[in-house]
Every structure is written in C-alpha cells, then in structure tokens.
C-alpha cells in the first residue's frame, strides 16, 4: 500500500485539528510514536516491559493495540460508537467507520480521541497514573469542544450538538 495516496493522510491536514494533533495523527498513521513495539524494535531497554500498560491483557504495545485493540480503547470507540471492524487494512476500515459515523468531524473526533488515549498511556508510563476513562472523556470533551471554534462554520453546531449528547 503506497501511504502517499492513502486518503488518511489528506484526512490530516485538511482537519481542524490543532498542529500538535495533526502532526500527532501523522506519526500514528505513519507507524512513529514511540509504542513499547518501537522502542524495542530500536533495541532499546524498557524496565516495565513491551506489555500493554491500559488493558493489562499482556498484549505486547504497538500502535493497533494502543489505538484499536485495547481494552481501554474499545470503550472510547464503543463510547463515540466508531466501528473498526470492517475491511481488510487500515484505510478501508476508516473509510468504512468514516461512511458509518457520517458526520462531517469525522476526523477530528478520531485523531483527538486517539490524541486523549496517548495522553492516558503517557501519564501511566512517566507518572505511573491510573488510567481512567472518565479523565479521558473529560480531556476528550474539553478539546473536542475546544475544536468547535475551529472548525468550519457550517459544521459548528452539528459538532456542538453532537458533544452535548455524547453520554456524560
């Protein structure tokens, strides 16, 4: 698959998303962020294990499982009721879920949602935090909101709307 032409990454950069996020979602789709499956591959040492630190399912950690296959991370997709289960590789499964949650933020909502998930995976690695779904939902919230003044004007109130009954 030549990633160059993979409607993901115009998904990117065409999003409302802050820089950070954006620049965040293109490491992810392109396989960059420092997973524990990274960093082992680089051959470096990890004292707490290449092991999934939110499911602890000992699930080795790289990006599907942090993202898509956690346990922590199927509430937040369940939550946002976002469907990773059709297709066979990583765009058509997007363009399906995409098709399937038919609004126009699609995008936003996904890279902010994995933005939050990263957060929480960060915060128990360096500061030994516990995960928390409802710490995730609040920073998820918080920004997905945030985002609605970014976003273009014709889709500002389908997105506050939507965060409004989005389950609290």
């Known amino acids: 698959m030549n990633l160059s032409f993979s409607p993901l990454l115009n998904w990117i950069?065409?999003?409302?998303?802050?820089?950070?996020?954006?620049?965040?979602?293109?490491?992810m789709i392109m396989d960059k962020l420092n997973t524990k499956d990274m960093i082992e591959r680089r051959q470096w040492h990890i004292e707490d294990g290449i092991y999934c630190?939110?499911?602890?399912?000992q699930t080795r950690e790289d990006m599907d499982h942090l993202f898509f296959n956690c346990l922590f991370s199927q509430l937040v997709w369940n939550y946002l009721q976002i469907d990773w289960s059709q297709g066979n590789n990583m765009t058509e499964i997007?363009?399906?879920?995409?098709?399937?949650?038919?609004?126009?933020?699609?995008?936003?909502?996904?890279?902010?949602?994995c933005w939050?998930?990263?957060?929480?995976?960060?915060?128990?690695?360096?500061?030994?935090?516990r995960p928390s779904f409802n710490y995730w939902r609040r920073s998820f919230i918080?920004?997905?909101?945030?985002?609605?003044?970014?976003?273009?004007?014709?889709?500002?109130?389908?997105?506050?709307?939507?965060?409004?009954?989005?389950?609290?």
């Open 142 to 168: 918080r920004d997905i909101s945030v985002l609605s003044f970014r976003i273009k004007p014709r889709f500002k109130d389908s997105l506050v709307r939507w965060v409004t009954f989005l389950p609290h």
């Open 94 to 113: 997007a363009v399906n879920a995409r098709r399937d949650f038919n609004k126009p933020f699609f995008a936003e909502v996904v890279f902010t949602a």
């Open 116 to 129: 939050n998930i990263w957060l929480i995976r960060n915060a128990k690695v360096f500061r030994h935090v």
């Open 53 to 57: 630190v939110l499911c602890h399912s």
């Open 13 to 27: 950069w065409a999003s409302s998303c802050t820089m950070k996020i954006k620049v965040f979602a293109w490491m």
